[in-house]
């Protein structure tokens, strides 16, 4: 599998896309919307699990619109985790094809 991802450059593009952004949205995260919400209470696995995220972020905008403070983190947060989410599905999506594929390409 290593050796198929890194012939294909394109592949290897991807991947080191999706970890950079993945990096991003998990600094981001953990660096301001966990910030705000232990601030407010939240008890420790906040940040860990992946499947509580949307909903961690709508506690953030909650907490945010309440302080009449800007959504910008709010939204960046969102738009990021959904292109990580789409990027991973589509990559796994290239990477079946071009598995498929092999004697072609």
């Known amino acids: 599998m290593a050796t198929f991802v890194t012939q294909n450059r394109d592949l290897l593009g991807v991947f080191i896309l999706l970890g950079v952004s993945l990096g991003a949205n ?3 995260h953990w660096v301001v919307v966990c ?12 940040g860990l699990f992946f499947w509580r995220v949307f909903s961690e972020l709508r506690k953030y ?14 939204y960046t947060g969102f738009i990021l985790t959904w292109f990580n989410l789409l990027l991973a599905f589509g990559l796994a999506l290239r990477m079946l094809w071009l598995q498929s594929q092999v004697g072609n390409y």
């Open 61 to 74: 905008r909650d907490f945010t619109a309440a302080a009449a403070k800007p959504l910008t983190f709010y």
């Open 26 to 28: 998990i600094l981001l």
């Open 35 to 46: 910030r705000r919400l232990y601030r407010h209470g939240a008890r420790f696995p906040t």
